[in-house]
């Protein structure tokens, strides 16, 4: 009798105990899903080659599982659409797909997707990434598809455009074009040669387009992959 008249007394004290600890771990998720906006719009801002290799660089370590993935997703999601934040930023936290298909070249991006400020204030929007290739590599196609233009730009040079199943890709700075217009090709077959720049170095201009509109080519490619 004296048992129930104690649980009866002392319940709703247990019972409010119990609900601030819930909330108190609700806010520390929350905490730290504000500071993962935080440092993602703070590599929006700076959206340069240096922030790129940032993200990269954390995307090679970490690599836990973290306790607000399912709230954080649904955060970082509205966020997302507020500060319009980079595909490549998210999935570091492994809340986007992994990328299926191989790169194009073995190589480094040095210049991200996206638009670019220099210091004389002026800004570039770059419809792809630009990549330094190792060695002495040749880009390949990323997937099976058609080609379906090759372009000649001058200082340029060539530019491929390949048709896949439900997405487009370009391969620019080519000196000598190995696929012909209408020609059906293989994942892995070889595109074309790189020129030099007057730097000396190679460069391939990769562009990946759906519906009409260039979209990041990490959200597609793992550019970590070997081939």
């Not at 509205?78 to 298909?101: I, R």
């Not at 210049?111 to 060695?135: K, M, Q």
């Not at 007057?198 to 597609?220: A, M, R």
């Amino acid at each position: 009798m004296y048992r129930r008249r104690y649980k009866a007394k002392f319940n709703p004290i247990i019972n409010l105990l119990i609900a601030r600890l819930h909330y108190r771990r609700q806010i520390k998720k929350l905490v730290a899903v504000l500071i993962i906006l935080v440092i993602l719009l703070i590599l929006k801002k700076l959206n340069n080659s240096i922030s790129s290799n940032i993200i990269e660089i954390v995307d090679n370590s970490i690599k836990y599982e973290f306790s607000i993935k399912k709230d954080g997703k649904l955060v970082l999601d509205y966020g997302k659409k507020l500060l319009s934040l980079p595909e490549k930023a998210l999935t570091v936290f492994n809340l986007v797909n992994n990328p299926k298909y191989p790169p194009p070249i073995e190589g480094t991006i040095y210049n991200p997707f996206g638009e670019t400020r220099y210091l004389d204030g002026s800004t570039r929007f770059n419809n792809g990434v630009d990549i330094i290739p190792d060695e002495e590599k040749e880009p390949i196609s990323i997937d099976k598809g058609v080609v379906k233009r090759i372009e000649d730009r001058n200082t340029k040079g060539y530019f491929v455009t390949i048709e896949h199943e439900d997405f487009i890709t370009v391969y620019g700075y080519l000196i000598n074009v190995y696929v012909k217009e209408g020609e059906f090709i293989d994942q892995g077959t070889k595109i074309g040669s790189l020129g030099t720049n007057k730097d000396g170095n190679k460069y391939l201009h990769f562009e990946v387009w759906k519906e009409g509109s260039p979209i990041d080519p990490t959200q597609y490619v793992d550019f970590r992959r070997k081939i």
